[in-house]
């Protein structure tokens, strides 16, 4: 569990050390005073918590400091944990199985976001965690992406589907389906093109994608996660909901969080769209995906442990 927590802090490193560095004299002073909570609202927005949850979170530190002016620190930054808890309640994807095999996961989102390097780490960590996956490679766009996946599938020692770029991506996706079925395979994790959510041509693409595999079982692809890049902010909550519109998600990965100080962006994406975030992306390794904990990322953007 330890280990979990670091594995968070570490990834969380910028945006911690960018609400810590103001905050961290805040949350240690006793008692706090009126320009304390000043800065700890720049902070806050700074690191991207947005309007909603720092007003929130201002609002009852104030209360609690207008009953209590020898309040502490440690006591604001207990409330502002406990306000950030409630607003992300509901927030974990727990990844579940389908009743019949293969549970499909499709990875959708805007070019760069980290999809096929996302498909990689799950499959990784599937395995790891015992269970047996198939990649499909149905990233037929981009002209490395086929390349991409399958050098990790051979690093990670991983199965995939793939044929070349510029192939069907849907034609790939019902052989990938064949393939985890035959093979009774637990998972089939789907690499889609990136695209944007503008683009109504390639938005039809991806529900051709569905369609395919619907061929195969009515409930699939189980999963639509939409990979969001954590470092684009709030900036992707327009983004996230034109795709939401159109594929009808499931939940979110937030990617790339290791490189930005804005992890609070994450908070606002959940208020707005309210789809689980089942794993974030806090580095390049494969075992930098981790399974979303609200508790760990309140402790650690906190500065709790
Ligand atoms: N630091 C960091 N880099 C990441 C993370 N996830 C992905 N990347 C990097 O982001 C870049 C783009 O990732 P890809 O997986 O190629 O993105 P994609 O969504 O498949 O891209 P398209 O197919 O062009 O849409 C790569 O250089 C990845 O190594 C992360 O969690 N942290």
């Excluded at 330890?2 to 960018?18: I, N, R």
């Amino acid at each position: 569990m330890f280990g979990l927590f670091k594995k968070f802090k570490d990834g969380f490193a910028k945006t911690v050390s960018a609400i810590a560095a103001k905050t961290a004299a805040i949350f240690g002073q006793k008692p706090i005073d009126a320009s304390s909570l000043e800065t700890l609202e720049e902070a806050l927005y700074t690191a991207d918590f947005g309007v909603e949850t720092t007003e929130e979170i201002l609002a009852e530190i104030k209360a609690a400091y207008k009953k209590d002016k020898a309040l502490h620190g440690q006591q604001a930054a207990q409330i502002g944990a406990a306000v950030l808890k409630r607003v992300l309640a509901g927030a974990e994807g727990v990844l579940t199985e389908a009743a019949a095999k293969p549970t499909v996961i499709a990875m959708i989102g805007v070019n760069g976001s980290g999809k096929t390097t996302t498909s990689a780490k799950l499959a990784w960590k599937l395995k790891e965690d015992g269970k047996t996956v198939t990649l499909a490679a149905c990233d037929t766009f981009r002209a490395a992406a086929v390349e991409q996946l399958k050098a990790w599938a051979t690093r990670l020692e991983l199965e995939i589907v793939a044929s070349h770029t510029g192939a069907d991506s849907a034609a790939v996706a019902f052989d990938a389906w064949q393939a985890a079925k035959s093979r009774e395979r637990d998972y089939l994790i789907v690499d889609t093109a990136g695209r944007l959510h503008t683009k109504s041509n390639l938005m039809q693409e991806l529900a051709k994608i569905r369609r395919v595999l619907q061929k195969h079982d009515a409930s699939a692809p189980q999963h639509r996660w939409l990979v969001v890049d954590g470092s684009l902010g709030s900036n992707s909550i327009e983004q996230a909901k034109a795709f939401h519109q159109s594929f009808g998600l499931t939940g979110l990965i937030v990617t790339k969080l290791d490189g930005t100080s804005r992890g609070g962006a994450l908070v606002g994406i959940y208020r707005q769209l309210k789809l689980p975030i089942y794993f974030l992306g806090l580095g390049e390794q494969a075992e930098d995906l981790q399974p979303f904990s609200v508790d760990n990322y309140v402790k650690a953007v906190f500065g709790l442990e």
